[in-house]
């Protein structure tokens, strides 16, 4: 794992990939013009980020009040991480169901987002051996078709199955296929993919 610095802030490889993909995938839904998902997306980043941060007070209270300041510069692990995620997962289910708005679109800049993150985490990494390339053309094919077709609620469902074993694939050439990672994106794909289901049954 790489490390960053600017000034005094040192951060990993791959939370400069995450907020990169983040903010490239908010400023995507603006240019397919959709300001008020944009603003719901964004707070769904902010949520997962922050809630990862300050889940450090949940599993190291005591480590954590007699250091403050450690909060700027640790996290809550995989553990707070996934109290994140359920927190953002669940942010998002209530305003797509509240708000209306088609899963597919919320999935198109998900799936946006993931090829950008992991693009970016690669290249931060160093890492651009096979793994770089083969992800490279999966993910530029990937997005033509998102582009073309981020609207289409079934496309999008039949993309997310696709999406998830072409990235089970270039895990398992590099002997990833049972990382913290692809458990992640089976999580939250799994989610879209009901949601999706629900709509083309409407």
């Known amino acids: 794992m790489e490390w960053y610095h600017i000034g005094a802030f040192t951060f990993p490889a791959a939370w400069g990939a995450f907020v990169l993909s983040g903010v490239l995938a908010v400023v995507l839904t603006y240019l397919i013009k959709q300001g008020k998902l944009a603003d719901i997306y964004s707070n769904a980043l902010l949520l997962l980020l922050a809630s990862w941060k300050l889940s450090q007070l949940l599993f190291d209270f005591q480590g954590t009040v007699a250091n403050p300041i450690s909060l700027l510069y640790f996290h809550g692990g995989r553990k707070g991480f996934i ?3 359920a927190l953002t997962l669940l942010y998002l289910y209530r305003k797509i169901e509240k708000e209306r708005f088609s899963t597919a679109i ?20 160093h890492q651009t051996g096979l793994g770089f390339y083969a992800s490279l053309v999966v993910y530029a094919v990937a997005a033509v078709f ?8 079934m496309w ?47």
């Not at 919320?106 to 990494?125: D, G, K, T």
């Not at 998102?146 to 609620?153: A, D, G, I, L, T």
């Not at 002997?175 to 994106?185: C, E, N, P, Q, T």
């Open 106 to 125: 919320f999935f198109s800049i998900s799936v946006f987002q993931v090829m950008i993150y992991e693009l970016a985490n690669r290249i931060l990494n």
């Open 156 to 202: 999008m469902f039949q993309m997310s199955i696709l999406f998830l074993l072409l990235q089970g694939i270039i895990y398992a050439i590099e002997g990833k296929l049972a990382s913290f990672s692809m458990l992640v994106y089976l999580v939250l794909f799994g989610m879209f993919a009901v949601l999706l289901k629900k709509e083309v049954k409407k």
């Open 146 to 153: 998102v582009w073309k077709k981020w609207s289409n609620r």
């Open 83 to 85: 109290f994140g995620l």
